[in-house]
């Protein structure tokens, strides 16, 4: 039964990117950011006051089972995503998470199981598939412009983080993978309509952080489409700089996409054909706003959502089935305390 009214909604943690994320798009929207949990309650406090949180939760337990909280957010470490995910569908609240939606293909498989069981809508906050800039991508797919689709190509890198970055740790499921080549791989999975299906895993390669056994610095996977046409996913978590690419090449032209994972910041379209090269500006405002509108549309309106369980489990194991390939063991998943 739908409800009107603003979304309440609770936040798991105090994440740098939960400003960009989700208080932005929340105030955008007119949605209400009921509470706030983190490790440190004094961390919670300034986000709360920062942001405008109308109360902090003693604990995240507290936070998924407060009855006001309808849409639980989930920013955690990646290895905190499938428990809590869980933790907050068994409490029967929708669930927005981040990406990945959980640490490996089994406890994607239980978080599918658990949506199925709660009634519940969960989504893996794949931002970029609501904006402008990649719906533009597909739009020249569809029209013919860019003839039949041949090759695609996604890279997402960015520098180093400090050797003491989560993001470098094998038990927090971490690796450049799980960060930024889940992008990669979901870029080139939504291009099924136009290449005669869902693509597969032909090979994939990396090389390991040093320090951080297990744990991938950067990894390249090649993909082919049922119709024909190839992939190339690469992610790199030791680059030179950002780079955050998406090209489309067909049988008449091809396209680029300049940051189709950050477009606020650069919303480029670059088309070229044999009419010319032509560059479209699709705007700045920010895919996590788009997303939320998203999410409130098929909440309270039933809007279809392009995003679901189906689809986070299907992501997570491509990206299992890309580490073995590549020679990395999967992540392993955490057990939160008492739950064991």
């Given at each position: 039964m739908r409800t009107a009214g603003p979304l309440r909604i609770g936040v798991l943690g105090a994440a740098r990117i939960a400003e960009l994320s989700i208080v932005g798009p929340a105030r955008a929207g007119g949605h209400r950011l009921v509470a706030v949990a983190a490790r440190a309650r004094d961390r919670a406090e300034a986000f709360a006051a920062t942001h405008g949180?109308?109360?902090?939760?003693?604990?995240?337990?507290?936070?998924?089972?407060?009855?006001?909280?309808?849409?639980?957010?989930?920013?955690?470490?990646?290895?905190?995503?499938?428990?809590?995910?869980?933790?907050?569908?068994?409490?029967?609240?929708?669930?927005?998470?981040?990406?990945?939606?959980?640490?490996?293909?089994?406890?994607?498989?239980?978080?599918?199981?658990?949506?199925?069981?709660a009634g519940t809508v969960f989504m893996e906050g794949f931002h970029y598939l609501f904006h402008p800039v990649t719906l533009r991508l597909h739009e020249l797919l569809s029209s013919g412009e860019l003839g039949d689709l041949r090759h695609v190509d996604t890279m997402v890198a960015m520098p180093a983080p400090p050797d003491s970055d989560i993001r470098w740790s094998l038990p927090l499921a971490g690796g450049a993978l799980m960060d930024?080549?889940?992008?990669?791989?979901?870029?080139?999975?939504?291009?099924?309509?136009?290449?005669?299906?869902?693509?597969?895993?032909?090979a994939a390669r990396g090389g390991e952080r040093a320090g951080a056994a297990g744990v991938d610095e950067w990894l390249d996977a090649d993909l082919e489409f049922p119709g024909g046409a190839t992939g190339t996913a690469r992610c790199h978590m030791a680059h030179h700089t950002f780079e955050m690419s998406c090209r489309v090449v067909g049988s008449r032209g091809e396209a680029t996409a300049v940051n189709f994972?950050?477009?606020?910041?650069?919303?480029?379209?670059?088309?070229?054909?044999?009419?010319?090269?032509?560059?479209?500006?699709?705007?700045?405002?920010s895919s996590y706003t788009y997303q939320l509108e998203a999410f409130a549309a098929h909440l309270r309106h039933g809007t279809p959502l392009v995003l679901d369980a189906d689809d986070a489990l299907t992501t997570m194991r491509l990206v299992d089935d890309t580490y073995r390939a590549a020679g990395f063991p999967v992540r392993p998943r955490s057990v939160l305390p008492g739950t064991a």
């Open positions: 949180v109308e109360r902090v939760a003693d604990s995240y337990a507290d936070l998924v089972a407060d009855p006001e909280i309808e849409v639980v957010y989930n920013p955690l470490a990646n290895s905190l995503h499938g428990p809590w995910n869980l933790a907050a569908l068994q409490a029967g609240k929708h669930v927005l998470t981040e990406k990945p939606s959980a640490s490996n293909a089994a406890e994607a498989t239980e978080v599918h199981e658990a949506t199925a069981k930024l080549g889940c992008y990669s791989l979901h870029a080139q999975r939504v291009l099924a309509p136009w290449a005669g299906g869902t693509p597969r895993l032909i994972v950050q477009p606020h910041l650069d919303d480029r379209v670059v088309v070229r054909t044999s009419a010319g090269e032509r560059t479209e500006e699709l705007g700045r405002r």
